[in-house]
């Protein structure tokens, strides 16, 4: 950890998300990559549980990653990213200055997403992460909404500007139930003005449903050519 920390062995990949019906470029999510001394892939979510236990190098590395993320990326669209609520706490001075807000600063339109949540505890950090992002007027999204075994917190759902659903929604496009509370949902973002992000797609069949649903934007496998791969 503290190699892959002290020399920086962190690459990016940039997804693309699309406009539903014309498939025009909308933003770029930057998923952090990490490398070991050889330059093998490390697990990004394994290492990051594992920095849990130590809190200064959480904050180190996600500081890390987050430069690399916003220096290499896509000039054109909106540029989201996965910020650790724990990090985001962790480093949050007394008069609420964090090191973070400097970075995001670096790109105007930013989008930091927040993942959904498993417990209560979790819902609460993550609901101090977006307060603490409205605050310095940075765009926010709820990701993986219906990942399993996730929580939906309705006060973050509330706060949040896009909604991010999980390709799980995909496997279960046959099940009623499943596809009734997706509708609602969708028809609940439209109303309160929040902007809807499908992912996973991976088929035509995927992009097909998206439309049909009205879903405004779509990421996933099936644009995988697309994808923009940045290397430590």
Known sequence: MLDLIENRRVGVEYQVILDT??????????????????GAPLPP???????????????????????????HAPTEGKLFLNVDPDAFLLGLAPDHSHPMFKLLARRPDVVVEIIENSNTQQADRSLALARGLAEQNIETALDDIGAPASLLALPLLMSVDYYKFDRHWLRQRDDAAHRALLT????FAREQGKATVLEGVETAADLALARELGVDYVQGFLFRERFVTVTP
Do not use: M, N
């Open 21 to 38: 019906r014309s498939l025009e470029t909308f933003g770029y999510e930057g998923l952090a990559r990490l490398y070991d001394r050889d």
């Open 184 to 187: 609602h949902l969708l028809g």
């Open 45 to 71: 979510q394994r290492v990051f549980d594992c920095l849990h236990d130590s809190p200064l190098s959480l904050v180190q590395l996600e500081l890390i990653a987050k430069a690399a993320q916003i220096e």
